[in-house]
């Protein structure tokens, strides 16, 4: 083999390397291990129902766009990235399927239900809205129940914010 051969089959080896790991980025972050591949152009809501699942959804399912829509809702309404919406809606989720079936959309919708009218100045922030959903689905109410008590708590939480 010549030299010209091999230095063509090393640039065609490597570029076929780099067009395999182009299809992935490196993630350090505390949802992935540092350094994991996460597959590029995964949006968040796709991201947030597999790590729910603990396997690979398809592209195609209803349920992401369903989830990218109210990620996108409640990053906006609360002012922080999309990946924190979700890691704090999937430890929500988790915190409550301990002890009960928990849909982590149903999280999301409980805070964007709980808040929905409100100025940006009265907004409570993302956690204790979630937190009142928690510990009211754990305590035994029906998502629609909890979702009532996580809009009371954002309510009380509005009228204090606005109290001197």
Same mark, same amino acid.
């Given at each position: 083999?010549?030299?010209? %051969? ?24 505390? *949802?992935?291990?540092?350094? %994991? ?19 690979? *959804? ?82 035994g109410a029906s998502v629609e129940d909890a979702r009532a ?10 009228k204090q914010r606005a109290a001197p």
């Amino acid at each position: 083999m010549s030299h010209r %051969a091999t230095l063509l089959g090393i640039a065609i080896l490597a570029a076929l390397a780099l067009l395999m790991f182009s299809l992935f980025d490196r993630r350090d972050s505390h *949802q992935a291990p540092p350094g %994991a591949l996460v597959e590029r152009g995964m949006s968040p809501g796709h991201r947030m129902l597999n790590e729910e699942t603990g396997r690979t *959804q398809p592209a195609n399912s209803p349920r992401i766009q369903r989830a990218d829509a109210a990620l996108t809702r409640a990053s906006g309404r609360f002012g922080m990235s999309k990946d924190r919406v979700a890691d704090l809606a999937l430890s929500t989720r988790n915190a409550i399927g301990k002890e009960r079936n928990e849909d982590v959309i149903d999280v999301l919708d409980a805070a964007l239900f709980a808040t929905e009218g409100m100025t940006p100045r009265d907004m409570p922030p993302l956690a204790p809205v979630f937190a009142a959903y928690a510990q009211a689905r754990l305590n035994g109410a029906s998502v629609e129940d909890a979702r009532a008590t996580a809009r009371s708590f954002a309510k009380l939480a509005a009228k204090q914010r606005a109290a001197p």
